[in-house]
């Protein structure tokens, strides 16, 4: 027979949120942002149930305590605000309350005028227990409110007047009998820096923005033009790597087999006799050149990403060094990428079934111990689903328990799943197929599949990449280069371009079909004219800066679509307490689109009975609606978005404040 | 430095169901019936994955595997039918298939006219590995085939033949590189019998059946009646507790405070001089007569349920040779059952909180171990939720351990929470809301709820008990009696009614406003005229004939609803491969309701080219239908429901077969 498990506790505790896959994950959460912890906390039978949520910061000795409010059936809640980096605990108690239940029954038999003598006693009884389990002062006090509701001599009155007490019921609320008490499983919470739930990247490749044409450019042109990116509005400045450039098999212009030897090759394909993974490719400077430029970036509030691309070019020196963290194929051959009948021979994969796997992977934590060292917190991995998920778990882990505002954006444009596996064993920030969500109902279903998993994939929008040109935006024009920056920016608190490309509008691709630039980046050198007539710089500045001014549109999941009777016209809002955003999009790149918005004005909170103000961020025109259905007319020629404020009206008619 | 997990093997496995929160409980299948099982297995990188279902009864030696194959997106499945009672234990195994991956890339560079000598070698390699890791046969075909491919000296079209042989194929899939597999966690699963997830209940008061007025029924007068109940179609009899009921407090007629010397008091208190919770009230006769009951409703296809209700009457015989099974109160009484302002002095609940909790729960097991022995295997279990979860976990674990065949119905009317918990931890069947789920929308909603808990949470809908006599009942006439019980019977493959009050339309409450009957048996005997001429017997015979001979209603969440114009009518259906039924019910029990039914008829797979039959096993009477849109009329004089079975039309026109 099965031991009997009598120590067991009477409560039960289930469904304790956040968590993810049953607490095997963390969740992810932001320094000094309030994060809900919930659960499902019930007894057998009815006694009153008490709950507290326990947390603490991984390490510290000391546990915070928050007794857990009901929420009604049968769910607890409390509420925890992280003030330090790193990884937290939680864990929720749980316990039958005798004393409240004791406390409940009394009153309705008190109300029934029936006989209490014998409950007096019981309580009496509980009463002196929690003084053995209280010190000082507070001991004192139960042992004489025990003392009171106990002694028959005193008048019925004066002993209820105790034992309904609110001092009473506090007291014992300190104090409660928790030694059959149930605990939850240990639950874990990443608290990333603020960055990691609001940023906004700019990708460019420093090689194309010499000061002066006909020369590679380097680490000091960028340092000279960093206004520009600033003026667009972008704290984060990500970098292509900026390793020396493999020679054997080097690709030439657009991809092509054979390269010329001006070719300047493809960033990625990483390591030459000059160095690998921690050094500098020479023609774009040298190691104080490269923090000339974080410093300079960093003073005008921009941080450098770097790109982190786990491979090597054949005459990357890891090859010769460690011929043992590559594949070798029987004829002796180190097997280079393919994706048959594709072949990528001038990249080499590193083997994580080599048999050193911890040579392999503690170099290749050493590349991200080096660049934090030179200052750089932020890391955008390169196919990161290509290596071992058991290595990205231990590697993030390490960096972040002395490191923990580093942050880590996966490059996986892979299934789904495997996208939010990633995120789960640690990467902070994630890209997304929002390349190809332009439909209105593909928006919508996107974004709520991504809420779904929004306790641990933060996604970050990119409209473009170096890799890819969507068919939307070679054909799309102008229109389509301003809406799908709009949709970015405030569908998702974090997004991104690669830039210039992008504001220049470059919109030819490699081939018909192809989501390849032309004359791509990747493999040669452009020159870029930044001052160009039609670039819609001044469009995403103005995009940005609505984005810095409203906390509403800081985060990613306050979102709620609204009823639009035209469906190609987009409609969401977004609030943060007293900051509400309201976006239209017209997703037509070609023609008008007008219609009526249809808004959930009880979600919003907005008096349908008054007029508000919408304040187009984007245009800075105002327009006063009201109720809940509003004309728009959305005309591609000119600004095809409006990115609203609304605002309520505030004591005078010309007036409107922020809304509440 | 955390240590290095250079071990772990680079395939994921997540997201297996079925399952009960990640694994703690148990899911539930019925014997015999194919459960589909799946997981979400993927690795890093793109490399082929192979999966397989490991499964075994608990205790037996020998794992079956079964390959998974591929649903799409990640997702694996393979099936499984347990073949004998009790606890099956399942798991999955997942791995890259480095082979698979190779010969689709062989395929590849095939189709390319690439150069492949390199990759034949390769490929040789790894099936020389193979064959060591087979036997006899196999291994010395797989070493042949590694030969062919291996032979350079061999035609390129002789190698590859063999290297896309389905043999090799075979070969290889038989004896997959497994070392570096990962495994998911073991789960477990309830295999219950038939009876477990398809039966239909009957309760009634053996007092009240005497064959003969003015005397106390007695378990031979319920075996004289037993063809009533086989006839109405029932096959479980479950009768409120059996055993000696305490004189201390009893209850009078329609719970009076006080008894007069003639009252028989309620089953529910348990226990006097003559014995307790394993003994008989004599007045129902002997051991042996119980038995002869057994047995006779055995004959009928009928097994017989207990009811156990672990609570004791102050005379029953624990209270004075286990005080300390009951709480004491500080005057040295016993605790009563209370809920303020409400005292129920015939009743001593058992406290959980004893200090003797071994002792208690060794007895409670035995009362269990007692009526099995008498070869009782239905237990209905009263106020579960007012015991200790735990000690529900262990006994029925230690029931089934020796009797899987055992089946609780769990009688909690409490919180959804607390009623799911029960079910996860062994209750076999449960009681449910139905009996407060009226309208369209509450019934589609409530059968939404319980698919949402249906790997562990098996409902039986009863439309009265005799603690519930609902509104609806007490006002809807015979229309009212008979669609709840057609509702019960159609949406639930479990269910039951408390009789012969049902069939005669019982339906005066105690007061107004008050859910229990007046004159209720719980407090007193009363006769029944089971020939009465309005009795509703017929109707519900017909019902229970459509479920036995219906596979389509003998499960629960094979159901689909179908829209109607009307909201008083309520249209859905089930399907049983080959089984189709299709219900529509009036919910007004005042007035006639028409209206059209619009089919989902892609979802029924009916052909909405041709005419299709439903034939009402109500009525008998057949109609013919086609397309999505049909009209019904259904009047509460007569039968105010349709139980159709429908049938598509076989080769001559004047007959019909079985939809498939």
């Not at 892979?414 to 997304?432: D, E």
């Not at 918005?597 to 327009?623: E, F, K, N, S």
Request: glycine residues 6%; hydrophobic residues 40%; aromatic residues 10%.
């Amino acid at each position: 027979m099965a031991k009997i498990p009598v120590a067991t506790g009477r409560v039960v505790i289930e469904a304790v949120t956040p968590q993810v896959d049953g607490g095997r994950y963390p969740a992810k959460r932001v320094i000094d942002e309030s994060v809900v912890i919930e659960a499902d906390v019930f007894g057998d039978g009815h006694d009153a149930i008490g709950a507290l949520l326990r947390s603490r910061k991984t390490g510290s000795r000391r546990w915070q305590e928050t007794r857990m409010t009901s929420a009604g059936n049968d769910r607890w809640r409390a509420e925890l605000t992280p003030d330090s980096l790193g990884v937290w605990q939680y864990e929720i108690e749980g316990w039958q309350d005798h004393f409240a239940t004791w406390l409940e029954g009394l009153g309705k038999k008190v109300a029934a005028e029936q006989d209490v003598s014998v409950d007096l006693l019981i309580g009496t009884e509980m009463v002196t227990a929690a003084s053995t389990r209280a010190r000082g002062k507070s001991a004192r006090l139960l042992r004489k409110h025990a003392a009171t509701i106990g002694d028959v001599g005193l008048d019925l009155a004066e002993r209820l007047e105790v034992a309904f007490s609110e001092e009473l019921t506090e007291g014992m609320d300190s104090t409660p009998e928790r030694s059959q008490a149930t605990r939850s499983r240990r639950f874990e919470m990443i608290v990333d820096r603020e960055l990691a739930g609001f940023s906004t990247w700019y990708e460019l490749f420093p090689r194309s923005w010499s000061v002066g044409a006909g020369r590679h450019g380097a680490f000091a042109d960028v340092a000279k033009q960093l206004s520009y990116v600033a003026d667009l509005g972008f704290d984060v400045l990500y970098l292509p790597p900026i390793h020396p450039i493999g020679t054997t098999f080097r690709k030439g212009a657009n991809n092509a087999l054979e390269s010329g030897p001006d070719d300047p090759g493809v960033p990625w394909a990483i390591g030459s006799a000059e160095g690998g993974h921690t050094a500098i490719h020479p023609e774009l400077g040298t190691i104080d050149d490269f923090r000339a430029l974080r410093d300079a970036a960093a003073a005008q509030g921009i941080e450098i990403a770097l790109d982190v691309a786990f491979q090597c070019s054949p005459d990357h020196p890891w090859v010769t060094e460690h011929p043992e963290w590559f594949r070798h194929r029987p004829d002796g051959s180190i097997q280079y990428a393919e994706n048959p009948p594709k072949k990528y021979q001038d990249i080499f994969p590193l083997d994580f079934e080599t048999s050193d796997p911890k040579g392999l992977w503690l170099a290749l934590k050493d590349v991200f111990d080096h660049w934090i060292g030179e200052g750089i917190k932020i890391f955008r991995v390169d196919n990161p689903h290509t290596k071992a998920f058991a290595f990205w778990e231990w590697v993030i882990a390490e960096i972040r328990r002395e490191h923990p505002e580093v942050i880590l954006l996966s490059e996986a444009f892979t299934r789904p799943k495997v996208m939010h596996h990633l995120a789960k064993i640690g990467f902070t920030q994630s890209y997304t197929y929002f390349a190809w969500r332009n439909t209105r109902q593909e928006l919508i279903e996107y974004m709520s599949d991504l809420a779904a998993v929004e306790d641990f994939f933060r996604p970050n929008f990119w409209p473009n990449t170096p890799d890819i040109l969507t068919q939307q935006l070679q054909t799309g024009g102008r229109a389509m280069f301003i809406s799908r920056y709009v949709l970015a920016a405030t569908l998702s608190s974090n997004c991104g371009i690669y830039g210039p490309a992008y504001e220049l509008m470059e919109h030819k691709p490699l081939s018909s079909g192809s989501e390849e630039y032309r004359n791509s980046e990747k493999y040669q050198i452009r020159e870029w004219d930044l001052d160009a007539a039609g670039s819609i710089a001044p469009v995403i500045s103005r995009v940005n800066k609505a984005r810095r001014e409203h906390p509403a549109l800081q985060r990613t999941h306050n979102l709620r679509f609204h009823a639009t009777d035209n469906d190609r016209l987009i409609c969401y809002s977004k609030r943060a307490v007293a900051d509400l955003i309201l976006v239209v999009v017209n997703l037509d790149p070609d023609y008008e689109q007008a219609g009526f918005v249809d808004l959930d004005i009880d979600a919003l909170g907005v008096d349908p009975a008054h007029q508000y103000q919408v304040h187009d961020l984007l245009t800075d025109r105002r327009y006063l609606w009201q109720g809940t259905r509003n004309y728009v007319q959305l005309d591609p020629a000119g600004i095809p978005a409006h990115v609203f404020a609304v605002r309520k009206r505030a004591r005078s008619e010309q007036s409107y404040d922020h809304f509440v």
